[in-house]
């Protein structure tokens, strides 16, 4: 699913991200330095829908391998990391309660859809990494509920109502431009808001040692101790061992200067090199 050469009979999406943990450090080209600015300029957002649509690609990138972040509304497998099924755009996992919210919405707005059978087991399962009640035939009727323009409705609605309306809030409150709102997302993605590896843990990490544009700090100082922390939150897992995410992706716009997040933007992630124009 890389948009550069492909490689035969190679693992694809998350699972491929775990057997990659301990194997790919390739560094980023890294084009001319942008000047570097203390905080964030007016009228900076992730929200801006063409930056919007970036983000989407670069965690897509991180998630599926692949740029297409339309085509993942049907994915779905377990990749292994204590969360049971991982599935759709941005990872909603049956273990951690966005899955479910999820199906929950959906069916409040299509009752008798492929998934609203599975609600008992969701609820059941929810917190654990257990399948019981949802195999076999649950990634079937995932499957097949993403053909439904009103689930792929759905999967947008929580997505911006969990991840993203919440990262580009709390980077606006901080005083962060784009790219730093981006960093929040991507870390709310993988792993959640609370807990001690959650993103407000993560900021508290960064918050020992640096100030955020708000409160008088400088933006990309700020932004290298949030990575450093978000790291270290990746770390404390296997499956997200691999910090190529962080190392040859966002690290490499936050060297470049880049704080709007523009285009051209060079990067890789597990081994893999990404260009968008």
Known sequence: MNEASPEPARPEGPLRRALLALTCAAAAAVPALRPVRAAA????????????????????????????WRAQYGYIEDIG???????????????????????????????????AHRLPALRAVNGSDSHEGLDPGFPEDWRR?????????AQ????????????????????????????????MVMHGEGGPAGFRS?????????????????????????LDARVWAMRQEEA????????????????????????????????DAYRID
Not at 81 to 86: A, H, N, V
Not at 145 to 153: H, K, N, S, V
Not at 160 to 169: I, M, T
Not at 254 to 269: A, S, T
Request: aromatic residues 8%.
């Open 41 to 68: 300029g007016p009228g900076t957002g992730l929200d801006d829908p063409a930056k919007k649509e970036i983000a989407m690609r670069l965690v897509s990138s991180a998630e599926n391998s692949s740029l297409d």
């Open 81 to 115: 990391d204590g969360r049971g099924y991982t599935a759709g755009i941005i990872g909603f996992c049956s273990g951690t309660g966005d899955m479910l919210a999820l199906v929950e919405l959906y069916t409040g707005r299509r009752p008798g859809n492929a998934l």
């Open 202 to 226: 993560i900021r508290e990490r960064a918050l020992a040692v640096a100030r955020p544009p708000v409160r008088g700090g400088d933006e990309t100082a700020w932004l290298h101790a949030f």
């Open 156 to 187: 947008d609605d929580e997505r911006d109502r969990v991840y993203f309306g919440p990262a580009v809030e709390r980077g606006r409150a901080d005083g962060t431009g784009t790219l730093g709102q981006f960093i929040y997302y991507d870390a």
């Open 240 to 271: 997200h061992g691999d910090t190529s995410r962080v190392d040859t992706a966002q690290r490499v716009f936050l060297r470049q200067g880049n704080l709007d997040l523009d285009p051209p933007l060079e990067w890789r992630v597990y081994g």
């Open 145 to 153: 509920a993403a053909r439904d323009a009103e689930f792929r409705r």
